[in-house]
C-alpha cells in the first residue's frame, strides 16, 4: 500500500517551511532597497483589510493624581462606533510652563492588565503588578525618566476585556478572544489588527493636541503582542520616529507554525504569502529601530529570532541606515531588557533635557 499523510498539522508544517515569501528582501544597495519598499508596503498594509469609521472621541477625563514624580490621568475615547477605549497618560510633574516633551506610545502585550502592566498598575492586594513576564512597567519607567507615555488596551484585553464583563457569553469562554476578533473581523474585511491601529491613531491624535507634547518627536515601544504592535503602529503611522521593539522577532514559519507564538491579534490574511517578519520590520528602514531579544525566551527563541534579526541589520544596510539599527541581546525571559530604551529615545526623540 502506498503511504500518505492524513495529518493537517503535519501538511502545515511542511507547508509553511516550504514556503517561500514573494517579496523576501535579495536587494544589497539603496536603490534596490527604496524600489522594494515601494512596491511592498502598500501591498501589506493592504491585508489590513478596511479602516473603521471615524468618530469624534469626546474624551472625558476620568481622574488625575500625582505619583512616582509624575502628573498621571486616566481618560475616555470613542475610538469607533459603538467603541470606547481608557487611555493612560503619564507626564513629568517638574514641567516648565510651555515645556513640551517627546511621547512614546506604550503598546501591552498579552496579559489580563492590558495596559495596566507596562504602566505599573498594580491591583494585587499585596501591591504587586502583572510584572513577571512580559509587562515590566517600561511605560512607567520612560514617564520617570523624563518622557511624556500614554497606552490604551487592544481588544480583549483590560478594560476591553468582554471575559470581564458581567453577562459574558458561555459560548465563547475559555476561548482565545484574539482569535474570536479575528474571525469576527475578517468576515467584515477587515482584521483586529486594523481596527487596534485605529484605535491607536485615535489615541496619538488626542495626545498630540496636549500642550505639554512635542509632536515632533514620538517613539514607540511594546513586547510580545505589544512588539506586533510597536511594528504595525511604526508602519502605519510615520509620526512615529523611532521604535523599540521588545520580544518580537521571526521566522514566521517557527512562530506561526511551530510553536504558534502569535494570534488572530497579530497577523492579517495574506501577510507570510508576501514578506517574512524580518521584511515586515525592515520596510521601517531608514527610521531608528531598537530590537530587543531575550537569550532564554521561551516565547520567540533566540536561536530562531537572532538569524531573522541578522537579516534585519541587512536590510537596514541596503537602505543606507546601518547605524540607526540597534539590539538589545539581554540575559532574560520574555520580558523588557531596559538595558538601551532610555539612551536610544533620549537620541532619536532629542531628549533636549538630558
Known sequence: MTTRNLNPYLFFDQLGQNHKPKYT???????QFSAWQKTVLPRVLATLGEDPPQVDPKPELIAQWNEDGLIKQRWVLD?????????????????????????????HGHGHLGKDGPMGNSYAPDGRCNSTFINRAYGLQLAKAGFVTYAIDWLGFGER?????????????GRDPCNIYYLNTTILNTTVLA???????????????QKFVDTTNLGVMGG????????????????????????????????AYRTYNVCGSQLTPGLFSLVDVADLQGLLAPRPMLMEIGIHDSCFVADHT?????????????????????LDLFLGEHGWGGNKSKPFFRKYLHAKWH
Open 224 to 255: 510580545s503582542l505589544g512588539g506586533t504592535m510597536t511594528t504595525w503602529v511604526a508602519l502605519t503611522d510615520k509620526r512615529m520616529k523611532a521604535s523599540d521593539i521588545i520580544c518580537y522577532q521571526g521566522p514566521f514559519y517557527e512562530i
Open 195 to 209: 481596527m487596534n491601529l485605529h484605535d491607536a491613531r485615535v489615541a496619538t491624535d488626542f495626545v498630540c493636541k
Open 306 to 326: 537572532i538569524p531573522e534579526y541578522r537579516r534585519l541589520e541587512q536590510i537596514y544596510a541596503a537602505a543606507g541606515a546601518k547605524d540607526r539599527i540597534e
Open 161 to 173: 476585556n468582554a471575559k470581564a464583563k458581567p453577562h459574558y457569553s458561555e459560548q465563547v469562554f
Open 25 to 31: 528582501f535579495k536587494g544589497k544597495t539603496k536603490a
Open 79 to 107: 475610538v469607533q462606533p459603538g467603541l470606547a477605549a481608557t487611555l493612560l497618560l503619564y507626564r513629568p510633574e517638574n514641567l516648565t510652563t510651555g515645556e513640551k516633551r517627546p511621547a512614546i506610545m506604550v503598546c
